[in-house]
């Protein structure tokens, strides 16, 4: 089945010319079928390129996808027109009442700061302490994992002496995970971050099961049997040339940076870089959908029950 979203969403034309299946609101609605509901609380600045990143994974699913998007209600953009927001996006409060089988929420390059000192920090608190009734499975990514396990948890996070950047070998610790199904036994996934959190702080707490590790990066991917949580701590999601941009931006603003580790042929920055982890990410996100539409009741009213 196609993903679901709005008409005039931008990440629908590059969807299409993908060949990922779109499908119209008029004609969704015609379906005798409940589709999947999951939202995305986009915290990243370029909204529009992560809207069509994680609509690019969610549509390659058999099961059709309704996927709403989500925004902090006392946080003002920056880099996404007030009209896009007004457009495509729901507050937090506009949605709160409403249940979702799944929910996403995405990292944001505030991982310096300690968690207390983001802006919108006590309504991300409540909107975890949300998905606990409103949600059936939960996916945080990047900053969102840290916060996320730091608020259910208490794990702590710690900044890196040098940013983690390019693309690292991880090993698969549980193939018996339904998450990992059809995964390989070790497997590459883009990394840009200047934390990191350690598996001597996430293994002695009962109930998380640390699935994904590097032996440079550690850490990647956990799993959480209570509200069905998946956190990875890196970008799985990327497209082929996000690193590079984040590589440019930073040479061309004269911020010390490396080239991204194993992300350029022979590491020169002046050849196309290679992606590696593409068909990993469909199978991530295909596993905790399929995952999610197993476990999820037929009727949203339960959930959270």
């Known amino acids: 089945m196609p993903i679901r979203i709005p008409d005039k969403l931008p990440a629908r034309d590059t969807l299409i010319k993908e060949g990922v299946m ?42 059709q996808v309704e996927l709403t998007l989500v925004r902090i209600g006392g946080h ?26 799944g929910f996403i929420v995405t990292g944001a390059p505030i991982e310096t700061l300690e968690f207390e000192e983001v802006t919108y920090w006590d309504e991300l608190q409540k909107i975890l302490d949300w998905t606990k009734t409103h949600v059936h499975s939960s996916f945080f990514i990047c900053w969102g994992a840290m916060a996320a396990i730091n608020h259910f948890h208490q794990v702590p996070k710690y900044t890196l002496e040098k940013k983690a950047f390019g693309v690292y070998r991880h090993r698969n610790l549980v193939p018996s995970s339904p998450y990992l199904a059809g995964f390989s036994d070790d497997f590459s996934i ?3 971050r200047w934390t990191e959190m350690r598996s001597a702080d996430i293994k002695p707490v009962e109930g998380l099961d640390l699935l994904m590790e590097s032996d440079v990066t550690g850490p990647c991917l956990i799993s959480e049997e209570e509200g069905n949580r998946l956190y990875i701590f890196n970008h799985i999601e990327y497209d082929s040339t996000s690193l590079k941009e984040e590589y440019d931006r930073d040479v061309s603003t004269n911020v010390p940076i490396d ?3 194993n992300y ?9 870089p290679q992606n590696r982890w593409r068909s990993h990410a469909h199978l991530l996100f295909g596993n905790w959908v399929n995952r999610m539409y197993q476990t999820t009741p037929y009727n949203l009213d339960e959930i959270g029950n």
């Open 76 to 101: 003002t953009a920056k880099n996404t027109s007030e009209e896009h927001l007004i457009d495509f996006y729901n507050t937090w409060d506009e949605i709160k009442d409403q249940k979702f089988d």
């Open 190 to 192: 883009p990394v840009s």
């Open 264 to 272: 350029y042929p022979a590491d020169n920055p002046a050849m196309p």
């Open 259 to 261: 080239v991204p580790h």
């Open 22 to 63: 779109v499908m119209d609101e008029t004609i969704a609605t015609r379906q005798d079928i409940r589709p999947m509901r999951i939202g995305l609380l986009n915290l990243m600045p370029n909204k529009i390129r992560t809207e069509t990143q994680i609509a690019r994974l969610l549509g390659s699913s058999p099961l």
